[in-house]
């Protein structure tokens, strides 16, 4: 069965780096979806994306964070320049092109981002 | 925006027995979606029940969305079946399936 894959599965870095989560969404999808669930609290929307640009983001996606499709099968998060409040589990999902609104939301498992 | 309202917020369970989680929602909705995360954090796809009734195995869920709410039926409870349950809708209007999470049903199973 087709499935959302993420990596890294856990990543640990310094306040003030870098960080660029991956994702290979479903092939035949075309609609993508960053979320955000901060340690103990409810999953978060942090941005939509189609036709490669963002087509919805919510207040949390802020300047530092951006997303990218550098390829055919890809879809990135960077955040420039973390701090510990970014410290959380980050899904990455998909859906299909054409159902937008009433179709079913394919989540990855995960990748956790610890900054310490 | 939506509201998702879920209950009970915790529930513990002999290993064996049967639970109803209840989930509801402001507003009318084109999509729902039953996840279940497991203790690594993982977010597991149980349903997509915008109305209807479905079944999984042990688990089926059951969406009146004329009446905004949603239930989830664990049967013969596993310590497997432990975790957090979250529903999540989609307003119904034209927009990016943009799902809004409730707070999630912290469920422990105990042999």
């Known amino acids: 069965e087709p499935e959302v894959t993420q990596t890294p599965s856990h990543q640990v870095t310094q306040m003030g780096q870098e960080v660029i989560l991956r994702c290979v969404p479903i092939s035949n999808h075309l609609y993508f979806y960053w979320y955000r669930q901060i340690l103990g609290q409810k999953v978060e929307f942090l941005v939509s994306f189609y036709n490669n640009e963002i087509s919805e983001k919510s207040e949390i996606f802020d300047d530092q964070f951006s997303v990218e499709r550098p390829d055919g099968s890809n879809f990135t998060l960077k955040i420039r320049s973390t701090k510990l409040e970014d410290s959380a589990m980050y899904f990455c999902a998909s859906t299909e092109a054409g159902v937008v609104n009433t179709g079913e939301l394919f989540f990855g498992e995960g990748s956790r981002l610890t900054v310490l | 925006g939506i509201q998702v309202e879920q209950s009970p917020p915790d529930l513990i369970l002999q290993e064996g027995a049967n639970s109803t989680l209840r989930c509801n929602f402001s507003?009318?909705?084109?999509?729902l979606q039953w996840f279940h995360q497991n203790p690594w954090g993982q977010l597991i796809n149980l349903f997509y029940i915008p109305s209807g009734t479905k079944q999984n195995g042990r688990l089926s869920a059951t969406t009146v969305a004329t009446e905004r709410y949603s239930l989830l039926y664990i049967s013969s409870s596993q310590t497997t079946d432990s975790g957090v349950y979250f529903c999540?809708?989609?307003?119904?209007?034209?927009?990016?399936?943009?799902?809004?999470f409730g707070k999630g049903n912290q469920v422990v199973v105990i042999p």
């Open positions: 999540a809708v989609v307003l119904y209007f034209y927009g990016n399936n943009r799902l809004a």
């Open positions: 507003d009318s909705v084109n999509n």
